[in-house]
């Protein structure tokens, strides 16, 4: 989605690449934020924070906004279409009637590009969920992007406004490989990265037993987080892998590629792969 954004207006940059920049590759399983009554379970850092996180690497401009007041916020969002800007916003899942109803969750934190609005004052759509362009009718967009409750987004949007003409990429890379690194194994709260990933285990084996319509809930949501929404870790691995070997690329440093040292990109390929034989595993056990 950043991509989108920022390919927009010249920057041709690549959406792993975007995401690798931002260091969003993360572990997260925080008990005391409740999604559907389930712990809420994260492997990548909100939308917002990677959009903020580049921009501020490379010195992009980006305006962010939001509203108390859900007109002023639908006004503010056809002002920038009528300017021609793509306009990036957090809005709930549950509210966007192009999801089919097996897809449909009280998740507050979808982010998706809005690009246009037709004749029949529909908005233009590019969903990151979805391979083909959607509409969605201003009054769903409305209440989707005002409801209120966990990470409400009160409307939040965001434009990019200037982006400079040069920008090497090489410094961020290998800086942002490290804060990565460090995010994944030197926080010392045991909710995040490696400790996040030990403890949740720790919470399913411990699982009770008689509890069997709350386990499978507790599990299928796990599963959904990591497979089916955009917050899902395996395929935010994918991407990372292709971050690393498009650095390793850019950078004509093949460290990364060198299998008799055990590279992040191979390590992370094989994480991945055995994450999601592990998902479809349960799925079929359930």
Same mark, same amino acid.
């Given at each position: 989605?950043?991509?989108?954004?920022?390919?927009?207006?010249?920057?041709?940059?690549?959406?792993?690449?975007?995401?690798?920049?931002?260091?969003?590759?993360?572990?997260?399983?925080?008990?005391?934020?409740?999604?559907?009554?389930?712990?809420?379970?994260?492997?990548?850092?909100?939308?917002? *924070?990677?959009?903020?996180?580049?921009?501020?690497?490379?010195?992009?401009?980006?305006?962010? +906004?939001?509203?108390?007041?859900?007109?002023?916020?639908? +006004?503010?969002?056809?002002?920038?279409?009528?300017?021609?800007?793509?306009?990036?916003?957090?809005?709930?899942?549950?509210?966007?009637?192009?999801?089919?109803?097996?897809?449909?969750?009280?998740?507050?934190?979808?982010?998706?590009?809005?690009?246009?609005?037709?004749?029949?004052?529909?908005?233009?759509?590019?969903?990151?969920?979805?391979?083909?362009?959607?509409?969605?009718?201003?009054?769903?967009?409305?209440?989707?992007?005002?409801?209120?409750? *966990?990470?409400?987004?009160?409307?939040?949007?965001?434009?990019?406004?200037?982006?400079?003409?040069?920008?090497?990429?090489?410094?961020?890379?290998?800086?942002?490989?490290?804060? *990565?690194?460090?995010?994944?194994?030197?926080?010392?709260?045991?909710?995040?990265?490696?400790?996040?990933?030990?403890?949740?285990?720790?919470?399913?084996?411990?699982?009770?037993?008689?509890?069997?319509?709350?386990?499978?809930?507790?599990?299928?949501?796990?599963?959904?987080? +990591?497979?089916?929404?955009?917050?899902?870790?395996?395929?935010?691995?994918?991407?990372?892998?292709?971050? @690393?070997?498009?650095?390793?690329?850019?950078?004509?440093?093949?460290?990364?590629?060198?299998?008799?040292?055990?590279?992040?990109? @191979?390590?992370?390929?094989?994480?991945?792969?055995?994450?999601?034989?592990?998902?479809?595993?349960?799925?079929?056990?359930?």
């Amino acid at each position: 989605m950043l991509s989108t954004l920022l390919r927009a207006k010249g920057l041709n940059i690549s959406e792993p690449m975007a995401f690798g920049l931002s260091s969003a590759l993360t572990f997260v399983y925080l008990p005391i934020i409740k999604i559907g009554g389930i712990p809420l379970v994260a492997y990548r850092m909100p939308p917002k *924070t990677i959009i903020k996180s580049v921009c501020k690497k490379l010195n992009i401009k980006l305006h962010s +906004q939001k509203f108390s007041d859900p007109d002023k916020g639908m +006004q503010a969002l056809d002002d920038e279409l009528a300017k021609g800007n793509l306009v990036g916003i957090q809005s709930s899942v549950y509210w966007l009637p192009y999801f089919p109803e097996d897809m449909r969750f009280h998740f507050n934190a979808h982010n998706l590009v809005v690009y246009g609005k037709t004749a029949a004052g529909n908005y233009l759509i590019s969903d990151p969920v979805f391979e083909e362009l959607v509409e969605c009718p201003s009054d769903n967009l409305k209440r989707a992007r005002f409801v209120k409750g *966990t990470l409400a987004a009160k409307g939040l949007m965001y434009v990019i406004r200037d982006v400079p003409k040069d920008i090497d990429l090489t410094p961020h890379i290998y800086s942002s490989i490290a804060k *990565t690194a460090k995010m994944m194994s030197g926080l010392i709260l045991p909710f995040f990265g490696i400790k996040g990933i030990n403890h949740l285990s720790k919470k399913i084996r411990n699982l009770d037993p008689n509890k069997t319509k709350y386990n499978k809930l507790f599990l299928a949501h796990i599963v959904r987080m +990591q497979e089916e929404i955009g917050t899902g870790g395996a395929g935010f691995r994918f991407m990372y892998a292709s971050f @690393l070997d498009e650095a390793s690329k850019l950078t004509d440093d093949k460290t990364y590629l060198k299998p008799r040292l055990r590279p992040p990109l @191979l390590v992370t390929i094989g994480v991945i792969l055995q994450w999601t034989r592990c998902c479809f595993v349960k799925n079929v056990k359930s």
